[in-house]
């Protein structure tokens, strides 16, 4: 709960659809969260860093599942089973 409201984020969400019957479901989601924060700038930044957090760590989630499919090992270029790392002139090659 955040400390200037005892209401829930539904409830938020509740009211604002009684009133704006016009908005499809993720407006009222939208506008909810503008309600329920109650400060623009807090809930602008909280959502822009939850958005950017999600499309920059879920864009390699589809690389990680491939990782966890033998069938995509033999493609790899890079072996790290043998657990060496490279010498600085292999990397530079």
Do not use: C
């Amino acid at each position: 709960m955040l400390p200037h409201t005892t209401d829930t984020y539904w409830n938020q969400f509740d009211e604002v659809s009684k009133y704006n019957v016009h908005l499809n479901y993720l407006e009222r989601m939208w506008a909810a969260w503008y309600a329920y924060i109650g400060n623009d700038v807090l809930a602008t930044g909280i959502m822009s860093f939850v958005m950017h957090e999600v499309v920059y760590f879920g864009r390699s989630l589809p690389w990680i599942i491939i990782d966890q499919i033998p069938y995509f090992k033999k493609y790899k270029i890079q072996d790290v089973s043998s657990g060496r790392t490279p010498l600085q002139r292999q990397e530079t090659r």
